[in-house]
Structures are given as C-alpha cells and as structure tokens.
C-alpha cells in the first residue's frame, strides 16, 4: 500500500544521497527560515520539505502532480491536517505503549508484537473514517487515489479477519505443533498450527502421551523451549507485520509531510499579506523569464512584514549581471530568485503575485564566503577549487547563482578568470546570475545579446529604493556613500 | 596392497618415529615454521613425522611424489574435506557405541540409534563423495593410485553396498513422518499430522500489503536440537508406537552395523593431513610468488645447489619483503663462508642451507626454484649463543666444546651449519682457532656453511667458496639482503657509508677546502 502523494508512481525517498551543493544552497539561499516556518517544529516536516526543495524536479507533469494535490490540500487543509495527525499519534501511542519487538525472549516479542498490532489497528480505523467522511471534497488525483485504498484495503471485513487472528493467537494454553524427522531422529520444522475443528478435546485425550514427572525441571524447560520453537515463525510474522504497520504509517507521514509543510507556510505568508503564486513553468530550452512582485520570503519571514519585491520580464536572456550600490538589495534579489527557482521546481508555491520562468536541471550557487578566518592567503584558492567542484556537477540546462565570486584577489585577475568561466558556461547553455562589483568582468559582456544587466536602482537624491532595474554597470562604486553614511554622520 | 599414504610398505610404517624436538629446531627456526601446523591441525598426531627425518630416498620420492600430485588445490580441498569428515565421524562414533552398549535406557534410546544411522549415512556419503572425485582423477603418484584402487574395491565390495542400500531405505521411509504434539500441563500428545494450518502464514497474509520495505528478521537462531534428551526420547517413542515398522527396522540395522567404519581409511584420512597441512602452510608464499621444488637426492655431495632458496621462518612473517639467494657447490667445494657486514641477512642464508636439507629428508617440497641435496645421516648445527651466566664456562670454552661435540658427532655424510663462532675472543685466537676447525672441516669433508666475521677463512683452501652480503653501490644503509659469491671484503660497506655522507677522504678534503 502506497500513499504516491509526491510522485505518482514512487515513494518519496528520504535516503538518497545528499545532492552535491545541497548545504550550500540552504545557507546562500536562507533556506533555514523557509524551513522551519514551513516545519513549525515538526522533524518530519523539515527533514521531507528539505529534500523535496534540494530535488528540483525536471519533468513538468511530475511538477504538475504535486501542484494539483497542493491546490487541494489548500483548499482541504483540515482533511490533510487531520490525516497527518493521525500519523502523527499513531508514532506518539506505540512509543508510550513500552512494547519492543526486539526482545531476547521470543515470547516477549510474541505478545508485544501482538499489542502493537492492536494499537495499529484502531488507528487504521480512524484512517478509514476520515476517507469515508472526506473523500467527495477533494478532486486531485493524489489524494482520491489514497482515500480510494483506504477505504478499499481497510473493509470491515478486514478488519473483523485480523481481530478474530490476533485473538485466537492470545488464549489457550495448549500448544499445537507439527513436526517432521531430523537427521538423528531429533523433531524438526516445528510448526505452530491452528487447531481445527477437527482437534476436539476428546480425539487427544486418548493419544499416546507423556507427562514429565513432577520435579523435573529439564523436562519442564524442554517444552517451554518446544512452544519457543513453535512460535518462532509466528512471533516473526507478527513483529514483522508490526513493523510493515510501523513503516505503512511513516511512509503516510512522509508524503503528507510536504502538503502540511506548504499549508504552514502559506497561512504564514497570507497573514503577513505577501502574495504566492503556482508558477508557470517552461520547458528546459526556454530563455525567458517573467516576475511580478518577486520578493524573498526568507526575508520576509524574518522581518514579520512586508518586504521590498521586484518586476522583470525579458526574452531570450542567458546571463543576468546585477551590480550597483552595496546594501541596495542585490543579494536579497538573488535569492528570490533562488528560492523561487528551488521553489517552482518541487512542486509549490513561490513568492510573487506570478511566476514564470524555464525548468532548470540543477541549481548551484556560488557566494563569495563572509569571513574564513582558518584561511588567510588561500582565499582566492578555495574559491575556485569550490568552483572546480561544481564544474564536476554542471552540465547543460542548468542554472548558477554568482554572488560576490571571484572577488578575494585584485579586480583584474579576478575578472578574467570570473570572464573566462563565464564566458565557457553560457557558451554551453547554463544560465546564470552574477551579482558583482567586477567592473571589468561586467563591461566584458556589454556587447552579448543574451545578457540582461540589472541595477541596484539609485535616486538622483543618492537614496536608495531597494529595487532591482534594469541597467547597465556604473564605473562609480557606492562605497563612498556607506562611508559618507557612517564616517561623516556624527 | 595399500597400507600407509606415508610408508610404502608397513615395515617402514612400523618403524619407531621421533617424538622430541630435534635439537637443531631452534638453531634452524624450524620450531616457527612447523608452530603454524601442529596448532591448525591439533586433531591430528603429525608431530612425530615432522620430528623423524629420513634417510631412506625410496621413502622420501614415494612421499615427493604424492606432495607433488597435491599441489592441484582440487585434490587438496576433496582430501581436507573427506579427512575432516572422517575424523569427526571417528570421534562420534567411538563415544555413540559405548553408550549403546550400556543397559541403561537413558543412554541407549532412540535418540542414539538415530545419531548411529546419522553417522553412518554421513560416513558413506563421505566415502562415496570421495570415490566418485577420484575416478575422475589420473594419479602418476603410486601412493595415490594404490590407495584409489584401495577405495575402489572397499566401495564395491558387498557389505558396503549393503550398508547404502539399508540407510537409503530407511532415510525414504523416515522422511514421510510427520507428526503433531499437543503440548500443556506437563504433558505431550502425539497424533499423525492431519493438514492443520500453519499459523504464520495466516498473519503473513494479512498483513504483507503494508509492507514499504526490507524488514528485520525477528527469528531466534534457536538450536533444532532437543533440550533435554530424555523428554525428545520419549517422544520419538510415542512417534515411534504411531510407525512401528519403520522403527523395527531401524533397530535390526543398529546391531548388524555397529561397527561399519574401515580403519584403513581412517589411518588415510589421519596420514593425508602430513601433506595437506604442508600446501596449507606454504600456499600463501607461493601465491606471493615464492618458489618451492622437490629436490634431487644426492648419494655424494660433489654438485649440491638451490637456486632462488629463502629462510621459511622469516619468509612465513614477512612473505612479501622475502629476498632470494642461490648456493652451488661442485667438487672438490665442500665449506661455504658467509662474511660481510651484519644485518646483512648471512644467518638468514645459514638458515636457508639448513632448513632445505631437513625439509628434503620429511619428502615436502622446499624452497628454491631448483635444487639438489645431500641424503644426510645427521644435521648438525652451532650457532653463537646469548652468553649465560649461570655457568661458570665463558663463552669460548663453551663454544669449543660445543664445537668439539660437533665434530665427534659428524661424519662425512653430515649437514653442517655453524653461526658466529668465537665471536668472544680476541682476533688472533679467533684465526688460530677458526683456522684448525676449518683444516678438520675440509679432512671432513661433509657439506657445510660457516658464518664468520673473519675474512681470512674464506680463502681457506680449494673446499671454500667465499660468500658475502652484497652491498648496494648507491646507498649502503639499504639492505639487500643477497648473498653472493664473492671474495672477502671487509672495507666495502665502510667505504660506501662514508660517502652517502660525503666524508671521504676526498669529499672531506674539497669540504674544508671551501
């Protein structure tokens, strides 16, 4: 039985390997706040929406599927809370029950197993009331295929079967079991067998028997060991199919994860008034992007208000060079787009009043560090062996987000390095974003058609807006101005 | 007619074997060579053949050959199993019959004749496993061929295949018993099986669809034998009053085949470890690329050699670092010196000289890509001791009278392997006195290596050929460990040393000039 809420065919697997850069882009793009404003201190949660934002998906109609079942469990958000709370205190009740399956004694495993079974089977029930009661609001596909089974697989019938097994297997305290001739005559394949009708208390009362006497304890020990035997296989069976419950019930947390994680965040970014959007996805060989209100919701979440947003549209860009004054919100910018990217491509919501943009294979991002203190002259290096390693990862259709790089040795050489790589990866269709102060490495492209320059904008007044336009590189640094602000103030 | 896989014949089998330590054991590390086995193969008595050297070439080429023929790991691995296997058998079975032969019930029950009629159906899958191998197998060895045509007749002759035809029969009927027990209060019930369900297979069922994926196993590795044998007899009895006849019939076949096990085969499967545990012990060198070969047996020693030889023991801890080396001696060359700087491995090559002539006399194969060796009479050895203090002699009067006990002992048929002698005394007794035992060496005339810091004994006479520790021209302080033939030079490595560090007379020179 599987949930196929995130993929319409698979599970979603939180085991896969890290992705190469993962960590670097939660930390460039401030993706931590995102996290646990979607996570509300739910582990599960963080863990689930963290792979899913790192695993961009490349195939539209897999976006597409996650969209459909998010734009339900919006509209349904009670439903999809309630399923994942039921998940949720399945886990609590069977860690407070204080019963192992992992026991030295069989026998413990055996009536363990068996209330842990219990346990799952109440909150099954629950499971099917909710598919019962809910199943005609929703329309996606994801989520009328899972109330569907649920109500399928967990019949009365079912359910009445699996009570009448567990039941037979707690009483009686005659043991019936089979067995076969081992290689010196010893029993062997003991086998717990259910007695049948046929077994009536008369036919094995007059059956050749033997009854250990009275103070021995080896005989009394060899047939507890006989019943140990027996039970075995039953006792696997039984822990096992505890544990098959226990990852049924994961597995269904796992994939409701998402869609909770999303209504989370949603309710958070409507209560502070900022718009989101489903974006509008174009296939891998487009080179057009448009926004309206593009804002950065890590940002946003942090201040617990509105914040600055942004408006593009251009055609057939490849590389976007953004300079202008510090603190004017270039990086900020850059992570918008980030976010949105990483966002758009997992099947959510974005923050922008709309959204569209191409699909994009892989996304990386290489921001110049703050500060490295264990490193004094190797700057320069550990920059581009970082880069190195993610030229290791690129390939066509991909995107990167620059910021600051190449910045920790003097401007020349670092612009023609910068240039250079540049240069090499647009040439082989990887889109890019380059926020810098490299004026030599920005002018170098003033002549390529498929670069859009962009401008932290600047009043005549010499005041900020905090807006990102369209413009090409002043040669003037806006330095001086920060200086001005904070050394000539007083 | 086939008796020992060691001896030819059973006189020679029969013949008193040593079992004490050979005093050159130490000398020779032969004690660390031969550790691995005696404690790997602890079941079996092999301490006495690898303690008795022979002089006998017939018995030494019956034994080379089948060692040869052993060299196919196939072979080996079909003999270390059967050997095994027969062993255990052995044992078992020697406790099972005099419990069977006792009167008490406790003993002497079902439980009992069911281990016999398990023994007995392993010993002949044993031997028929082995028979059917071997008759694909061509021998050249004529031990191996005598005891296959051995194995061959056992296993046709008529009680044998009687004894098969009886287990299979009984095994067959055996195995349709299946059986129920009502276990409760004490008591057990036993009815035929009727088709109860399986209870596992139920639950299975029922809760398989939940299933995500990999789950542990919560089985118990529980023993499938019984706890306590009286309670499993009892039962076997009650099963026993449910099938009478197939019972019946396991009693008849418990006293007719009480003893069916051929000892013959066991001396074999006992004997054969000799060869196994040597390929074992070795198999590990010759992977890493060491040599090993069966030597020529010499009756004179006017041509001896070993081309490519190495010390067992050292190469056993340090198989990879191994450095080989040749030794030659043709008429009239009896007495190798070994000179040169220490640590240059001459006690190593002393060893090596030693160790392949004891290894020829037991018929394993030794080390070495070629060789042929001196049928001895007795090895002797004399190496330096740490000086003791317990005694009042000082260390040259205990090496001369070690010396001279030596000499009483050799003959002209004798190995002779002496290490660092007088190394106590002042130079010129040294030469005096290395200078007499090198004249009776060479009126001795018996093959021997003498390792000596005394250069002049290597020019002896025509019986001495000069052996040194080689040393490399481009660093000194690397070993190579190779020891060649070459005449004495004590100032070579002095000379070499000083100039990796630039302190030759000349380098000097040019370094104060500057």
Redesign the interface.
């Known amino acids: 039985m599987k949930a196929n809420l995130m993929f319409r065919e698979k599970d979603f697997d939180l085991n896969a390997e890290p992705r190469f850069g993962q960590d670097a882009l939660i930390a460039d793009f401030e993706l931590n706040r995102v996290l646990l404003s979607m996570a509300r201190e739910d582990q599960m949660i963080e863990t689930v929406c963290t792979v899913a934002l790192c695993c961009p998906l490349r195939e539209t109609n897999e976006i597409q599927y996650r969209q459909e079942n998010l734009r339900d469990a919006l509209r349904n958000p009670e439903a999809v809370r309630r399923l994942y709370e039921i998940t949720v205190d399945t886990e609590k009740k069977i860690k407070s029950s204080m019963h192992w399956l992992s026991s030295i004694y069989l026998s413990s495993t055996f009536s363990s197993a068996i209330e842990l079974l219990k346990i799952y089977i109440s909150m099954l029930m629950e499971l099917r009331t909710i598919a019962d009661r809910k199943i005609s609001d929703f329309q996606s596909d994801g989520f009328r295929t899972l109330l569907t089974m649920l109500q399928r697989e967990l019949s009365d019938d079912y359910f009445a079967e699996i009570n009448s097994q567990l039941k037979e297997l707690k009483e009686g305290n005659n043991t019936l079991i089979s067995a076969t001739i081992g290689n010196y005559l010893q029993g062997t394949h003991y086998v717990l067998r259910r007695r049948e009708r046929k077994d009536t208390w008369w036919r094995w009362q007059f059956a050749p028997s033997f009854t250990i006497a009275p103070r021995d304890d080896a005989g009394a020990k060899d047939l507890a060991k006989r019943r140990d035997r027996a039970i075995n296989e039953v006792a696997n069976a039984l822990a096992q199919a505890a544990e098959h419950l226990s990852g049924f019930f994961d597995m269904l947390r796992r994939e409701l994860a998402f869609y909770v994680g999303c209504l989370n965040l949603s309710d958070t970014l409507q209560a502070l008034e900022m718009p989101i959007c489903f974006p509008d996805l174009q296939p891998l060989q487009s080179c057009d992007r448009s926004w309206q209100n593009l804002y950065d919701v890590s940002l946003a979440l942090m201040k617990n208000s509105a914040v600055v947003s942004n408006n593009l549209e251009t055609t057939n860009k490849s590389l976007y060079i953004v300079t202008g004054a510090n603190q004017g919100g270039k990086s900020t910018f850059l992570r918008s787009i980030g976010q949105a990217q990483l966002m758009a491509q997992c099947g959510m919501f974005v923050g922008a009043a709309c959204f569209a943009a191409p699909l994009r294979k892989e996304v990386f991002s290489h921001f110049k560090k703050e500060e490295d203190s264990s490193m004094k002259s190797g700057k320069l290096d550990e920059e581009l062996s970082r880069m190195s390693e993610i030229v290791d990862h690129l390939a066509s259709d991909t995107m990167i987000l620059f910021n600051e790089s190449f910045s920790s040795t003097n401007e020349r050489e670092g612009s023609e390095i910068f240039r250079q790589i540049t240069l090499a990866l647009i040439e082989n269709r990887i889109e890019i974003f380059s926020v810098t102060h490299l004026y030599a490495y920005a002018t170098a492209f003033l002549e390529n058609k498929q670069t859009q320059f962009l401008r932290a904008e600047r009043l005549d007044t010499g005041e900020r807006t905090f807006q990102i336009v369209p413009g090409e590189p002043l040669q003037t640094a806006f330095g001086s101005d920060l200086y001005k602000k904070i050394f000539e103030k007083i | 007619m086939f008796y020992s896989i060691l001896f030819p014949t059973r006189e020679q089998y029969d013949e008193p074997r040593q079992t004490d330590v050979p005093v050159c054991f130490k000398d020779l590390n032969l004690d660390q060579v031969f550790a691995p086995i005696f404690k790997a193969k602890k079941d079996f008595p092999l301490e006495p053949l690898f303690y008795t050297p022979l002089n006998n070439s017939e018995v030494i080429t019956y034994r080379q050959n089948i060692m040869h023929e052993l060299a196919d790991e196939n072979l080996r691995g079909l003999f270390s199993d059967f050997s095994a296997s027969i062993y255990r058998i052995r044992q078992f079975m020697n406790s099972l019959r005099s419990a069977m032969s006792s009167e008490d019930r406790w003993s002497n029950n ?2 009992a ?3 016999m ?2 023994f007995a ?1 392993r010993y002949c899958h044993t031997i028929t496993t082995l028979m059917e191998k071997l008759s694909k197998q061509t021998f050249h060895a004529e031990g191996l061929l005598r005891f296959k045509n051995y194995l061959a007749t056992y296993c046709a002759s008529d009680a044998y295949q009687s004894l098969t035809s009886r287990i299979i029969r009984l095994r067959d009927n ?2 349709t ?15 035929k ?12 069922a ?8 990999d ?6 590795k ?1 023993s ?5 044998d ?3 007899a ?6 026993a ?2 099938y009478p006849d197939i019972f019946d019939d396991l009693n008849r076949f418990c006293s007719k085949y009480f003893q069916f096990d051929d000892e013959t085969i066991f001396r074999f499967s006992q004997e054969i470890q000799f060869y196994l545990s040597w390929h074992d012990l070795i198999a590990p060198l010759r992977s890493a690329g060491l040599p090993f070969c069966y030597p020529k047996l010499c009756d004179t020693p006017d041509h001896l050699y070993n081309s490519d030889g190495f010390d067992l023991a050292l190469a056993l801890r340090e198989k990879d670092k191994i450095v080989v080396n040749d030794f030659e001696l043709t008429a009239p060359e009896r007495v190798i010196v070994v000179t040169g700087p220490n640590q240059g491995g001459k006690t190593t090559f002393a060893r090596f000289f030693g160790q392949v002539h004891y290894l020829t006399s037991l018929g394993v194969c030794v080390p070495g890509r070629k060789a042929a060796l001196y049928l001895y009479d007795n090895l002797l050895t004399h190496f330096g001791r740490e000086e003791d203090l317990s005694t009042l002699n000082g260390k040259l009067q205990d090496d001369l009278e070690r010396l001279h006990t030596l000499l009483n002992q050799a003959t002209s048929r004798s190995i002779l392997v002496i290490n660092e002698i007088f190394a106590s005394t002042t130079v010129s007794d040294a030469l005096l006195l290395g200078g007499k035992m090198m004249d009776k060496l060479a009126t001795l005339g018996a093959p021997t290596v003498f390792v000596t810091f005394l250069d002049e004994l290597a020019l002896h006479g025509p019986e001495t050929v000069s052996m040194m520790s080689e040393i490399r021209e481009n660093d000194p302080t690397e070993r190579s460990f190779k020891i060649i033939r070459k005449p004495p030079d004590g100032l070579a490595y002095a000379n070499h040393i000083a100039k990796k560090y630039r302190l030759t007379y000349k380098e000097l020179g040019r370094r104060i000039r500057e």
Request: proline share 1%; charged share 30%; net charge positive.
């Open positions: 079902y439980l004749r069911g281990r009629l398990d159906g055996l195995s018993i299946q059986y129920c027990m009502m276990i409760g209060d004490g008591t057990v019930r036993v009815r099986y009727e088709g109860q369900t399986d209870q596992s297979s139920r639950i299975i029922s809760f398989e669809k939940f299933r995500q994926g789950v542990k196993d919560y089985r118990k529980l499938e034998d019984p706890y306590a009286h309670v499993e009892a039962v076997i009895n009650l099963v009053n449910i």
